[in-house]
């Protein structure tokens, strides 16, 4: 039992919160990669045919999270967060979801996950035939499960140092057999704790 003590002592002592910290506030960089996004359709000798493309946006994004159950060293918290690339090609976010943080113990880090749901839209140059260029425009219900590591400069300030993160969409409003949107993002930035 002796033996355990010391261990048990550590354990307590690293588990202990100097300060509780219930709002964080972060801007990123955003980088999306959406995939299948209907740009329009052409005619062929059979009639219309359905075009889709893959792009990158690069962006800002930022978001708050709002911390409300402490779990030792971890923390559940609620996230809402958005991104925008304004431009012809570009796309919009605004999701919201459950975001489960660790301060492991003797470790510089805060690893993290999250599942997010919510809507994206997307623009493309519209190549239908006949239209001469434009926007076209799509809508999205969408989620997307998320991870990253954010490393502490200073008290109230992280480096969020990568997250990634990848999901699904289901085009608002389109016929059924319309592929689903695939999206794939890395964010990197700053968070302010409070």
Known sequence: MRRFLPLL????????PVRAQVVAVYVTSSSN??????????????????????FWTSGIG??????????????LGFDLRGSTRPGTVGADTAMGGLKLAFSPPLLRIKPYLQASGGYVATRTVNVSSGTGGGSFN?????WEILGGIDVPLMSIVDWRVLEVGGGTGLNVGLSSNVPSLSMFSINSGLVVHF
Do not use: H, M, W
Request: aromatic share 12%.
């Open 9 to 16: 002592a550590l354990i307590l002592f690293c588990a202990v």
């Open 33 to 54: 990669r959406f995939s299948n996004v209907q740009t329009g359709s052409t005619q062929t000798d059979s009639g219309y045919q359905e075009q889709y493309v893959s």
């Open 62 to 75: 930022g978001g708050i999270t709002l911390n409300f159950l402490p779990l030792g060293p971890a923390r």
């Open 138 to 142: 799509n809508k999205y219900a969408a």
